[in-house]
């Protein structure tokens, strides 16, 4: 035996549960990522938590305050001794303290200051988190962001309330993990080697083993074929043509010398897959809008990576695709012998290989032609590419200060969609708001104080009364018992809903900074008292 | 769900009023602090006497502690619901201070699990003012534990995870007392299990939940008229983060759910990819639907036929699978395969490339061959802080009454935006364990024992070792050896003649179960 250590270092060993969803080049990303953390309340440091543990590069905590003997009560990253002393420092020592590999420093100069005076303090990072932040400051923070192109993520506990705002100018995610995607097969459409292959399989084989072993794929297509030999070139069309179709494989199935028909389970598979055959492949709609986006059109020597790539996609499509992506060369497992399935599985592969040549084609042309290097594309990237290139997402999800700014009448349409149900968490979004208002005019949240729960109640529906008047949802009300448990609320951050929105976020963190996995948009709203959500895009 | 059900349901906290076995004389919902002192300390000494593993729990006094002095300010988040009315609270909730004293001196809550959900939930219930919290875990600490499980550092691998988060916690919260104890949940007494208020299970193994699922369930006593005897009935909060079967969740969904588009989501996403999915739920042992009820929703185990992967590997696991099943067995019939051992693990791979170059197959890695060979689920700590912390919520809501509950079964999805789907589980009117009635078994009396044997190991039952007894005799046991000897020839008489007719009753025993299970033969004609 080799020695063991040379095979996995300990880093692969300590990230092995991680690098299995987002690879070594995720983690790569993640490695080098620099995240701002505004604000180290409980909130944060459940954020930060979990993204020190998997090894980001570094973070950088920005707290002016100090410990309060509140804070202690809710931060599993302060202790009783730091009560008094800067939260900055205290929260950094203790989240650094979790991986060695990563890197932690503090600021303790005021938000406000750093805002006004220095806002290239912001340039060098990955991405900025906020936690709890009332409005005003958010959109402050959110412009600076928007002017320095770094994405931005917007989170807040209140009481057993929950939200979460995403920020991101553009995001193209080549990635995305499908959770079960459908094999790209083409049985509607056999390129020339997929039919030779079906050529070479003895279907009349009387050969018991070799009957239930031919690949699942092989019958269906070679029924399909015959199918559409004998119905002017279609495929099966109403549910009886399917039924009958069905019915053929199960007339295919050998016939035992007993005179009855064998039990093969490649025949089976065939059946249960028949849907497969009667497929048509196509492009997704997503990725038809991508080839329409202006950014295909209008390439320039700036044009990033992935919209040159996306352009090249949509030349394939239009020349040697003959309308179809590249194929994906991927096939499920199936019951068959080792050879005829490996050989089918090539078939497949050399033919996704072939595509990818031809994309690549394109990739080079429109390379030199806009003047770049060749290697601004590798050849992997463009085969990354062209495999999950039914899969490809690019998110926008717009500033926070326009949102405040004013209501567009897409905010307000999906507002008044929402809050047609009295349930529904979206209620929130306008009660957080609302609380903000309260809190300009009053210095204080309502319900600051235990006397002050029910004579804030008021005052504050009427910000709610004047806030959905504003957002062009006047026809709304919100429930009289929310208004009541905001206040009751008092702006309380409550450790579980800060570790909920701590384990959500950083999980945005990660898609965002690995370009795996596809972020939400825009906005999450988690109501704690129901344990019941909503992601709406504002 | 019946009116009854509905009631008990909303009857909410985990009364102070019941009188518990754990806070035995404390029947008074809202005692005089000194009272509650002296209670939390019998039932301290209670804890200590019946842990494993506390010996080097630091600085204790081992009978008397003195009641720990919070500084200023500590609860102030927590305490704005509980001195605060509030509209969605459950009507036995009186807002009062007591009621945080209640959840820091008596409430005794157990976390089951001290892995990935485990950490998160202990720090979750300590900074939401539960104290008395004990944790089990048989399980000692690994390398690719620490991307996640954050009270654990490099010096601690080899060492229990028990004992190590309790350590932890007890150091960083102050006044927090965690008990663990390093061993199975098999080996403690149902006793053990009585002292508790609150259970929540952070744990990956199904045959475990399923078993304390069970035990809970079996606790529960019925007063003359069919209620439940208040103390009886230890609610279970439930967090798991293996991507479950929610295909069968669409008739629910569709009734309870208002975006469909939501639930279409949710069915083609639930099948097979783990990692960024979870669930937590509250179970109410005897009121609504127990683990027990959801069995079928977790996806059996993926397992190749043998003759596969000895005559027709396709795919690399086929390869992997060979090497282990049949490689490394006749290579060293003397040594066990250690699948922690990277030493073991690399021959594995190597064989399994020599396979698979043999066949043509690509793609066999050192990594594949690894998750192959330990089933390994991909796991990350935003999903662990994600459900646990939704279960501590619970937990926390549960003890007080300060909230509604979840009711009962909260989905999470991260995988493609951040999507969560929260509906009622109702319970399945025949459900082995908390339906109280004998599940009716469909056999025949002329097939033989063996026959039924076999059918008790497929679903529901997934029973490994049963026992069969029945009309006062034992007709077979699968353990220990001598017994399983002498029932054995039974296995091959039919049921006939066996002696059990038409709607004879048999007792199944398991070890997937504490209680053995009731089954009522239904003879096909």
Known sequence: MTSASMIVDRKTQRYDRQLRLWGDHGQAALESAR???????????????????????????????????????????????????????????????????????????????????????????????????????????????????????????????????????????????????????????????????????????????????????????????????????????????????????????????????????????????????????SIPSEISALFADSNVDNLTATSSPFWIMVRSLRDFVMAEGEGLLPLRGSIPDMAADSDRYIRLQHVYQERAKHDVAAFTAHVHRHLAELGLPLGTISDDDAKTFCRNAPFLRVIRARPISDELASATSKLTDTLNFHLEDPDSSVAFYVLLRAVDLFFEEHGRFPGAGDDQVEEDIAPLKQYVVGLLTDLG??????????????????????????????????????????RQYIPFNNTFLFNGITSTSSTVEL | MDASTETAAQSGALDATAPSPAVAGSNNARPASNAIVSNTNTAAAAVAAAAVEDDDTEGEGEDVAPRFEDWAGRWDHIDKLLVRRGPFAQPTFEPCVELRDFLLEQCRILVIGAGGLGCELLKDLALSGFRNIDVIDMDTIDISNLNRQFLFRQKDVGQSKALVA????????????????????????????????????????????????????????????????????????DGGTEGNCVLRFLQFSVRLFVGLSFTALFCVAGLLYQGFKGQARVILPGMSSCFECSIDTFPPQTTFPLCTIASTPRIPAHCIEYAKIVLWPQAFPDRALDTDDPEHINWLYLEALKRANEYGIQGVTYRLTQGVVKNIIPAVASTNAVIAAACASEAFKLATGCSSQLNNYMQFNGQDSLYTFTFEYEQKPDCLVCSNIPLDFACSASEPLRALVERLSEQPFQFKAPGIRGLGKTFYMSAPPSLELSTRPNLDRTLAELGLQDGAFLQVADVAVPLPVQLKLQFRP
């Open chain 1, 35 to 281: 995240v701002c953390l505004i604000n180290g309340s409980a909130t944060g440091t459940e954020i930060l938590k979990n993204l020190v543990l998997p090894g980001i590069g570094s973070f950088t905590v920005i707290d002016s305050e100090k410990v309060s003997g509140a804070d202690v009560g809710n931060n599993f990253f302060l202790d009783a001794d730091s009560i008094g002393q800067s939260r900055a420092r205290v929260v950094t020592e203790l989240l650094q303290e979790l991986n060695t590999d990563v890197s932690g420093n503090f600021v303790e100069e005021p938000l406000q200051s750093l805002l006004d005076n220095d806002v290239e303090f912001f340039r060098p990072f990955t991405l900025m988190i906020a936690t709890q932040l009332s409005s005003k400051m958010l959109a402050r923070v959110s412009e600076v962001c928007v002017k320095l192109g770094i994405p931005f993520l917007a989170v807040r506990s209140y009481g057993l309330i929950g939200y979460l705002r995403l920020q991101i100018g553009e995001h193209c995610v080549i990635e995305s993990h499908p959770d079960s995607p459908m094999d790209d097969l083409r049985l509607d459409r056999p390129f020339p080697e997929l039919l030779s292959y079906l050529q070479q399989i003895d279907f009349n084989t009387q050969d018991g083993f070799q009957h239930a072993h031919i690949p699942f794929l092989a019958i269906l297509l070679k029924h399909l074929l015959e199918w559409k030999a004998s119905h002017g070139g279609l495929p099966p069309k109403t549910s009886k043509d399917k039924d009958e179709f069905r019915a053929e494989i199960q007339r295919a199935r050998r016939i035992k010398e007993d005179g009855s028909r064998a039990e093969e389970e490649n025949h089976d598979e065939a059946i249960t897959h028949a849907t497969k055959a009667w497929h048509v492949s």
């Open chain 1, 473 to 514: 949802v006047s026809q709304h009300a919100i429930k009289e018992e929310l208004i009541h448990e905001m206040c009751r609320f008092g702006a309380a951050e409550l450790h579980n809903i800060a570790s909920i929105l701590g384990g959500l976020a950083s999980q945005e963190a990660v898609k965002v900074i690995t």
């Open chain 2, 166 to 237: 309790a350590e932890f916690v007890n150091r960083r919260v102050a006044g927090c007392k965690v008990t663990p104890h390093f061993c199975k949940i098999q080996d403690k007494p149902e006793d053990f299990y009585r002292q508790f208020q609150l259970v929540v299970c952070g744990l990956d193994s199904i045959p475990a939940r399923r078993w304390i699922n069970a035990l809970l369930v079996s606790l529960v006593q019925y007063n003359d008229d069919k209620e439940i005897v208040p103390g009886t009935m230890i609610p279970m909060i």
